[in-house]
């Protein structure tokens, strides 16, 4: 069963959208795409490329997240600072 | 720990930023209120940070430079020697490291160097990615079983990816220290530790 409108999320925009949409983001190929044609949902990611260009430029990408408190913090307001990154999970 | 050593260098221009990739806040509470940190402590349910940065496992370490410049790329240090029985690693000479940097005692990389120590995300990768977001997105929308089959999906896609395959397994309802995590690391293992790469202490 797939369905014949789907919610799309792209980063923060989420947008409903026919099924014809998806379809001609296959087909253009251009980002990925991850489909759930029962639940109506897809996401579009971003493409290696952008990632691997930005990454290789060595200019570290900005990134805006919430500390427990749900202030939010975000990555360019610490430029003047050396910054020690450290990712890390429960898990 | 990361809060100790922020507090010995920030007179040096300097801060810790941590990043939690769990998949809600409480989750990260508990080790959060536990180390008490005077620097930024984030949480990243959707993996931001690990898609931006092409991060794969915990715990993996970044220096970033006044001018917002990625100075040592994606390595895999701990805070302390919990793991060291099991990893190889010792804390002391990643700390070292950094405090030789941050004191500005130490040669820096070369920007060749640094991007020959880097790892790019692939096109998979990406797609990965893209399937975790989705699985997210489902599993916050109370559709926990079609989020699980996102989740699979790109456990397959980035077979090394950890914050994937381990990082899901609290909203799989798996335990990420049972037996389907055995089973993962003993396939990684074999297939030679894919993405592994602690970076050398210092250059040359």
Redesign the interface.
């Known amino acids: 069963m797939t369905a014949e409108s789907f919610t799309l999320?792209d980063g923060d925009h989420v947008s409903a959208v026919p099924a014809s949409v998806i379809e001609a983001l296959v087909a253009a190929g251009d980002r990925?795409?991850?489909?759930?044609r029962?639940?109506g949902?897809?996401?579009?990611?971003?493409?290696?490329l952008v990632?691997?260009t930005?990454?290789?430029s060595?200019?570290?990408?900005?990134?805006s997240?919430?500390?427990?408190d749900g202030r939010v913090?975000s990555?360019?307001r610490?430029?003047?600072?050396?910054?020690?990154?450290?990712?890390?999970?429960?898990? | 720990m990361?809060q100790a050593?922020?507090e010995e260098l920030r007179d040096?221009?300097?801060?810790?930023?941590?990043?939690?990739?769990?998949k809600s806040?409480d989750?990260?509470?508990?080790?959060?209120?536990a180390a008490r940190p005077s620097h930024?402590?984030?949480?990243?349910t959707g993996h931001?940070?690990?898609?931006?940065?092409?991060?794969v496992n915990?715990?993996?370490?970044?220096?970033?430079?006044?001018?917002?410049?990625?100075?040592r790329?994606n390595d895999v240090a701990f805070?302390t020697d919990t793991f060291k029985h099991i990893t190889g690693l010792a804390s002391a000479k990643s700390l070292a490291a950094?405090r030789a940097?941050?004191r500005g005692e130490a040669a820096a990389f070369t920007?060749e160097e640094?991007?020959a120590l880097?790892s790019?995300?692939?096109?998979d990768?990406?797609?990965a990615?893209?399937?975790f977001?989705?699985?997210d997105?489902?599993f916050r929308h109370g559709?926990a079983e079609?989020a699980a089959?996102?989740f699979v999906?790109a456990g397959e896609l980035a077979p090394h990816d950890f914050?994937i395959r381990?990082?899901t397994?609290?909203m799989r309802g798996l335990d990420?220290?049972g037996p389907e995590f055995r089973t993962m690391l003993a396939e990684w293992t074999a297939a030679g530790r894919p993405y592994y790469r602690p970076l050398p202490d210092t250059r040359g």
């Open positions: 999320v990925p795409l991850a489909i759930d029962d639940e949902v897809a996401y579009l990611g971003e493409t290696a990632r691997a930005r990454l290789a060595l200019e570290a990408p900005d990134f997240l919430p500390d427990l913090h990555l360019s610490y430029r003047g600072q050396k910054v020690l990154l450290v990712a890390y999970a429960s898990w | 990361w050593l922020h040096f221009g300097f801060t810790v930023i941590t990043v939690a990739l769990d806040a989750d990260a509470r508990p080790w959060i209120e930024p402590s984030l949480i990243d931001v940070v690990a898609d931006l940065f092409n991060i915990v715990p993996t370490i970044l220096w970033i430079d006044e001018r917002s410049r990625i100075v790329p805070g950094v940097w941050v920007a640094i991007r880097q790019l995300p692939t096109a990768d990406q797609q990615r893209a399937e977001a989705l699985g997105w489902l559709r079609a089959r996102h999906r914050t381990r990082g397994m609290p990420p220290m």
